[in-house]
């Protein structure tokens, strides 16, 4: 797999998890490099809440919430665990786990630092068939550069991941379980069109609001 992140430079994405109890599912584009996320653009539904646009550009993350819960009157709000705002202070940490389960370079780490493997046969995803692997994931594996290791530590010892893999050594599917705010979040991602012309920009800076 870490051959095969390394060519990566896109990939489109339908995400789904929970937030606070809440089901989040939504599609999207991602730009990567070395199959690390440089770039991200998500539109998702949030049971209870409505639309959220997700952008991610620059190392900043940018969330267009229903306007309700937005009395910035700017359309986007920076996402930062400190935001006055509610549903943006409650997002930040999800947010951050999220983009390790969409992120194929970090899948490639995680499948590397396996205590356990199992193989359960093949399923097709997308059109793609793809190995599907039982993985317990031994975190103190895990080299201290990976993003977010404290959060996942903060679960225990070990991650499981089912991961599903086409021939090519990319991700088709990955199912992770990862601690968010003390609580297991299960994560499925499913990948597709890599290397697809993806262009992503931040919103204007006069429609961003804390």
Do not use: C, W
């Amino acid at each position: 797999m870490s051959s095969a992140a390394a060519d990566l430079t896109s990939a489109h994405i339908q995400v789904g998890l929970n937030i606070a109890g809440a089901a989040l599912s939504g599609t999207g584009v991602e730009q990567l490099s070395a199959g690390k996320v440089t770039a991200l653009d998500l539109t998702a539904n949030l049971a209870g809440v409505g639309t959220i646009h997700v952008i991610i550009v620059d190392g900043k993350t940018y969330a267009q919430l229903p306007t309700s819960m937005n009395p910035s009157g700017k359309p986007y709000l920076l996402v930062t665990p400190d935001s006055s705002n509610a549903t943006v202070h409650e997002l930040a940490p999800y947010l951050d786990a999220a983009l390790i389960a969409v992120s194929p370079a970090s899948l490639s780490a995680l499948a590397g630092a396996a205590k356990s493997i199992e193989v359960k046969g093949t399923q097709t995803i997308n059109g793609v068939l793809a190995t599907h692997y039982i993985i317990e994931v031994d975190l103190a594996k895990l080299p201290a550069s990976f993003p977010g290791k404290d959060q996942l530590a903060a679960g225990g010892g070990s991650v499981p991941l089912d991961l599903y893999v086409a021939g090519d050594g990319r991700p088709a599917q990955a199912d992770l379980r990862l601690d968010v705010l003390g609580q297991p979040v299960p994560i499925v991602v499913r990948f597709s069109e890599y290397n697809a012309p993806v262009s992503i920009t931040a919103p204007p800076a006069a429609e961003v609001g804390q």
